[in-house]
T-cell receptor, first 113, second 114 residues
Framework: NAGVTQTPKFRVLKTGQSMTLLCAQD?????MYWYRQDPGMGLRLIHY???????AKGEVPDGYNVSRLKKQNFLLGLESAAPSQTSVYFC????????????FGPGTRLTVL | GESVGLHLPTLSVQEGDNSIINCAYS??????FIWYKQESGKGPQFIID?????DKRQGQRVTVLLNKTVKHLSLQIAATQPGDSAVYFC?????????????FGSGTQLTVLP
């Protein structure tokens, strides 16, 4: 049982490039979330999903898109990366008996030059 | 919306002493609170949670206290060990329909001194 996994672990992009971050969970959780963490700050919610095929905007959604084609996967896309998107990105999931408790992946460190 | 603040950005304690990390929140309607531990280069790890119908909850070496009157939350770690060194975040869970949005504080860096 790996929990929540994220790929890649690190990535460097040039301004204007695109990329997709993958989150996978093996806990059969309904809910999945994408957060970003900037230095000296707590995590902020980008997008979330309440089930396969559904997505919704969080607190800081601009510049990002998401998709949830399979229950176990939640993808975060950057269509045209900007230096302001340099951050550490965390995926989380929740579900089962304790739908309120979110469990986090190890993170992806993204640098946009 | 919700805002979450922590009283101290850093805390140093001697190994074996008890640690207390504090957190304040703004929304009196908040009903679910979580403490996470984050080690360097890793994702937040769930420690303990508490709902608004409780004042205190205990886990293994950790206790969370909730004072709804002053909107204050604290995490107590008993007999602090070197492995407890990490950044600790409190998070307040708001509602997003059936989902939950976590609003995090900026974290307290706990350093355990030998």
């Amino acid at each position: 049982n790996a929990g929540v996994t994220q790929t890649p672990k690190f990535r460097v992009l040039k301004t204007g490039q695109s990329m997709t971050l993958l989150c996978a969970q093996d806990m059969n959780h309904e809910y999945m979330y994408w957060y970003r963490q900037d230095p000296g700050m707590g995590l902020r919610l980008i997008h979330y999903s309440v089930g396969e095929g559904t997505t919704a905007k969080g607190e800081v959604p601009d510049g990002y898109n998401v998709s949830r084609l399979k229950k176990q996967n939640f993808l975060l896309g950057l269509e045209s990366a900007a230096p302001s998107q340099t951050s550490v990105y965390f995926c989380a999931s929740s579900g089962g008996r304790t739908t309120d408790t979110q469990y986090f992946g190890p993170g992806t460190r993204l640098t946009v030059l | 919306g919700e805002s979450v603040g922590l009283h101290l950005p850093t805390l140093s304690v001697q190994e074996g002493d008890n640690s207390i990390i504090n957190c304040a929140y703004s929304n009196s309607a908040s009903d679910y609170f979580i403490w996470y531990k984050q080690e360097s280069g890793k994702g937040p790890q769930f420690i303990i949670d508490i709902r608004s119908n409780m004042d205190k909850r205990q886990g293994q070496r950790v206790t969370v206290l909730l004072n709804k009157t002053v909107k204050h939350l604290s995490l107590q770690i008993a007999a602090t060990q070197p492995g407890d060194s990490a950044v600790y975040f409190c998070a307040v869970a708001g509602r997003l329909g059936s989902a939950r949005q976590l609003t995090f504080g900026s974290g307290t860096q706990l350093t355990v001194l030998p």
